[in-house]
């Protein structure tokens, strides 16, 4: 329960809007659910003989969400949605189908570059904690989903993967080389040939996923099928039968390498597609006299589908970045400090206009209400007062870094998913908030358009907003006076915790606490960020149950693949039962609710962990 504090505080303001947005949208989202709950009486996967002519509600459940779609989205998606479909009266024909929608699905993705990410942690024995992160991996990269998947690196020092690509695995010559590539093989069961010429299919048995009825099958490749097969489960929705969930591996490996084991889950984002979102990777035996040495566990991430650009395209001709419009109302010229300002306030929206445009940041949305709210706390109670307002943006990553270009503070997914109170959350806020009242501003140079023309995946080598050493240690001076002058101030041993918890877990999480922007929070394994407040508080207790220092990745922030808009997980809490279940900065499982597309209000995208989430509800 105290995990999730700071967002009942700061989601206040957010759940009231959320409430009058909810009331004004009932018109429209109660027309799908009318023939949903129609749709339930002929139970379409029946073997019972169904109506030859599917009613109207049965017959496209796309078409039935159009005003939803219309309201949440404005028409992001150019992708059709496949014609509606016939209830089969039979598994065979049901078969058909899913093979049929799978090949549609690679089609209608064939032309997008979403962007992939795969942060991965090794893990070693802890007689306390369980298998526990000793060294971290991390991959980011834009997918190409065309005639043979391939993906481009955004981190030139690990992109290795085009030399010695090997599908689906990994390679164990000398030491255990990680193919990118290959946590994100699983976006499909086969890319070319997924029929029954190459697979047995047998159902298995009917299963809810969320709010979502779906039928198991087990496939299983047929002998002298070929190298590296999918074999495993497949989960497929019962109304237009596609393929929501993969679980299993490849089969058989090729000498000297590996496949992973996988856990595939698709969101239904767009009419009439299910579309692969978050794949889970672990490898690894705990028990006693096990042999299998290597132990890793592994979550990829893809988002960034609607991108204008695609990831392939590198023509600097095809940027194009508008310069802001002049909104002062004035007749005057623009004296020396008004024109820094407006200059550094172009620099500042050519910058998060590029980095939305790579895939980089969230929309403005429902996460930066919050992170606002936050913002404004240590602002009014500081009486600090900015010739504009502070804004906020997530950056849609994993690795733990915040950084700040004119007055926008920028803050990973990452970080927000570890925080574990909304003290924490305003401490990190400070840092940078601290950089902004100090006037440490970096970004001016990208007032400047030509700077801006990079293909996406030089993002990383074109933009940069470190600061000296001098400016870090002043803004973390300022920021812990602030923090004391502020509604968090009785809290600061919370801050004082998580900065403990990081500082246990550094020197295993080399890869996390990589910046690629901003300053990193702890350098060489060692946290330095605010750390004025590194002894505050109690100290340090994993037996202590009621003590939450950290939290798992992944369990505040869930990102929509489609449009990359980022909003609040919200998930019931659970009760922790031993040390085992803290998890602190730790990659979990995904489980997330599964919903049809315009189901609900705002689509359940939500990853939720494991830990926060009891599989199987
Ligand atoms: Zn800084």
Redesign the pocket.
Known sequence: MRTSNWILSAALLVSMSAAAQQATNSQPSAQPSAPDAAQTAPAPQQAAPAPAQPTPAQADPAQATQPAAAQSAPAPSTVAPPPPVAAPTTMDQVVTLFIEHEHGLIKALSNRTPVVETYLQNLSPDPQLGPVPSEDHYFLGRLDMGESIDRKDYLKEEDKSMQSRLLGGFQKLYKVEYQPMGFSWMVYADRTDFDREHYQFRYARREFLGDVRCLVFDVTPKPKSGRGRFLGRIWVEDQGFNIVRLNGTYYPAPHNSYFFHMDSWRLNLIPGYWVPAFIYSEEGDFSAGAHNKLAFKAQTRIWGYDLKRGGKDDELTNIRVDSVTDETATTQDASPLQAERVWQQQAEDNVVERLTEAGLLAPEGDVDHILQTVVNNLEVTNNIDLTRPVRTRVLLTSPLE??SVGNTIVISRGLVDVLPDEASLAAVLS??LA?IVLGHNLGSKYAFNDRMLFSDDATYQNLGFK?IPE??TA?DKKAIELLKNSPYAQKLDNVGLFLKALQQRAPALNALLTTHL??PIAEGGQVTRLSGLATQGPALDNNKLDQIAALPLGGRVKINPWDDKAEMVKTAPVAITSARDKMPFEVTPFFPRLARFGANAAPAAAPTTAAANTPGN
Do not use: M
């Open positions: 915040t950084f840092h940078e950089h600061h400016e870090e803004a901003g300053n």
